[in-house]
Nanobody, 120 residues
Framework: VQLQASGGGSVQAGGSLRLSCTASGRTFDRAMGWFRQAPGKEREFVAAITWGGGTTRYADSVKGRFTIYRGNSGNTAYLQMNSLKPEDTAVYYC???????????????WGQGTLVTVSS
């Protein structure tokens, strides 16, 4: 499985961005998640979604602002980010795993990351 993340960029606080993650290979019945790593910090969980989209999970820091959803084919996951804050600045990574886990080790495949910069 290979993952390609895109959609990062620079935005002012309060703005919006949508990240995309497209997977090639076998992703049937696999969950997809987003993690992020801010400068000088460890990578942290952001959001995850099951294959069918019926279950989602969010970090408390993004609840109500970010929405994760999957495309019709199931091979693409999107992260709609609204009301962005400077503390959302990070490299965002997508990953494929067996469940909507918050633990990185439970994800088997990772994309290359896309940078999101939010200025105040």
């Amino acid at each position: 499985v290979q993952l390609q993340a895109s959609g990062g960029g620079s935005v002012q606080a309060g703005g919006s961005l949508r990240l995309s993650c497209t997977a090639s290979g076998r992703t049937f019945d696999r969950a997809m998640g987003w993690f992020r790593q801010a400068p000088g910090k460890e990578r942290e969980f952001v959001a995850a979604i099951t294959w069918g989209g019926g279950t989602t999970r969010y970090a408390d820091s993004v609840k109500g602002r970010f929405t994760i959803y999957r495309g019709n084919s199931g091979n693409t996951a999107y992260l709609q980010m609204n009301s962005l804050k400077p503390e959302d600045t990070a490299v965002y990574y997508c990953a494929v795993g067996s469940s909507v886990a918050t633990t990185q080790s439970l994800y088997d495949y990772w994309g290359q990351g896309t940078l999101v910069t939010v200025s105040s």
